[in-house]
């Protein structure tokens, strides 16, 4: 995906919220990114780099939890994941399946200095 | 010190999204995010369903490409309303661009709004606009492995239109294979086999639309 206006919009977060919090510099930025979010962690970390030069987040380290697709049945309630690029259940083959995890793609938290 | 956030990313153009949404919603408009490959029909697909619904429900189109109004000039050629949206190196349509382009339009008079998405199997599946359903098209020369391929486009979409039948005496398509995966990630939605050359499929195609219209109108 687009991942500069990505990386743009994370400098944009972690800076409000350190901000918000009085914080004077930003240690860490943690990120979940859920497998069908399309979004490439390492071209992010690439944008970053250049685009926090300027800001308090300079120098962070940007780190990524991967969370993998998982599907639960509604009949049979077996949870599986998206190797097989199927989401019909494969216990018990209904298709009254929902997505539990993998559409994540949020700033958890940020890691700040005070002083 | 930690601090929680708990913030989506994409936040900004949901919230837009959200709004677009409730425009469409208000107006009673059926507003569909046409998406595909660069080539796969999508313009073409328009001009079919333009002509055949002519006189039978309002059409007005926002066509989307990062550059040339090509295809706006294809669409007014129809007579339909119709805005071109340059994106000018964006992969895809977002909610803001859509906001401003409706700024544009006479909402009263619109049944069917089409957007028809810059050509990109990835950025337009996870880029909300605010539609009311989302068609993707999967032309034949393409190959049939792309639902492995771009996975997410497939799951996401309402509807799945395999185009350009009329070359499967050409290529090695495998079309039961393709409708089967594409089964497999999208259960739920509407797959047709269309020629928007010959016209055939069409008829099922649109009677698909026009239901999804009288939903939307009597909402």
Same mark, same amino acid.
């Not at chain 2, 936040?11 to 709004?19: G, H, P, V, W, Y």
């Not at chain 2, 049944?111 to 810059?118: A, G, H, Q, T």
């Given at each position: ?12 977060? =972690? ?11 930003? #240690? ?16 992010? !970390? ?6 926090? !030069?300027?800001?308090? =987040?300079? #120098? ?34 209904? =298709? ?17 200095? !005070?002083? | 010190?930690? +601090? ?197 499929? +069409? ?17």
């Amino acid at each position: 995906m687009h991942e500069l206006a990505i990386a743009e919009r994370i400098v944009e977060i =972690a800076v409000d919220n350190a901000k918000l919090n009085n914080a004077t510099r930003i #240690s860490r930025i943690n990120v979940v990114i859920g497998e069908l979010s399309n979004v490439a962690s390492d071209s992010i !970390q690439f944008y970053f780099d250049s685009l926090s !030069q300027d800001t308090m =987040a300079r #120098s962070a380290t940007l780190s990524f939890l991967h969370k993998p697709a998982r599907f639960e049945c509604g009949s049979c309630h077996a949870v599986f994941g998206f190797d097989e690029r199927s989401v019909v259940c494969p216990r018990c083959g209904s =298709a009254a399946t929902s997505v539990v995890s993998g559409k994540e793609f949020y700033i958890e938290s940020i890691e700040v200095d !005070q002083t | 010190m930690k +601090i929680k956030v708990l913030k989506n990313i994409l936040d900004a153009n949901d919230q837009i999204a959200e709004k677009n949404r409730q425009l469409f919603a208000s107006h009673r408009i059926l507003a569909v995010n046409l998406m595909s490959s660069p080539g796969s029909g999508k313009t073409s697909l328009l001009l079919q369903t333009i002509r055949k619904l002519r006189g039978k429900v309002r059409i007005a189109v926002i066509e989307g490409d990062i550059a040339s109004d090509i295809d706006a000039r294809t669409i007014a050629k129809e007579k339909a309303a119709v805005i071109q949206i340059n994106t000018g190196g964006a992969c895809s349509l977002n909610a803001t661009m859509i906001a401003s382009g409706l700024q544009n339009m006479d909402l009263g008079a619109i049944d069917v709004l089409f957007i028809e998405n810059v050509g990109n199997l990835v950025c337009p599946a996870n880029i909300g606009l605010g539609e009311t359903r989302r068609v993707m098209i999967l032309s034949v020369p393409e190959g049939d492995d792309k639902p492995y391929k771009y996975p997410v486009m497939f799951t996401q979409a309402d509807a799945v239109l395999i185009n350009k039948i009329d070359l499967l005496s050409l290529s090695d398509f495998n079309m039961s294979g393709v409708t089967t995966a594409v089964r497999r990630l999208n259960p739920h939605g509407s797959i047709f086999r269309i020629s928007c050359k010959t016209g055939d499929g +069409i008829e099922e195609w649109l009677a698909w639309l026009l239901s999804e219209l009288k939903e939307a109108q009597s909402r």
